[in-house]
């Protein structure tokens, strides 16, 4: 079992920046990656960015890249995902994600990211 717990989120400016956290508890020496997805008002939920843990390897969806960042702090368990140069579209509920090497997979229950003037 994984727990994930996301904190961070809050109402900013277009222009600004904002560290989401993914605390991570539980059985972590099983999870492989862990990713950020968001969903915004009508829409489905998409992978926004991952991170491999063995091998430290990243990837971006388009929209993000070069805006967004995510790392890991080993000591604190937790996964961050920073954002910059946020836009009126980034907003959305930001969550989570876990992949164990046994099969399953972990959801935070999300943070909420406002941004707007």
Do not use: H
């Not at 109402?11 to 099983?30: F, H, K, M, T, W």
């Amino acid at each position: 079992q994984v727990q994930l717990v996301e904190s961070g989120g809050g109402l900013v400016q277009p222009g600004g920046s904002l560290r989401l956290s993914c605390a991570v508890s539980g059985n972590i020496a099983s999870i492989y990656a862990i990713g950020w997805y968001r969903q915004g008002p009508g829409n489905q939920r998409e992978v926004i960015c991952s991170l491999s843990i063995s091998e430290g390897r990243t990837e971006y969806e388009e929209s993000v890249k070069g805006r967004f960042a995510i790392s890991r702090d080993n000591a604190e368990n937790t996964v961050y995902l920073q954002m910059n140069r946020l836009k009126p579209e980034d907003t959305a509920v930001y969550y989570c994600k876990a992949w164990e090497a046994e099969g399953y997979d972990y959801w935070g229950r999300g943070t909420q990211v406002t941004v707007s003037s």
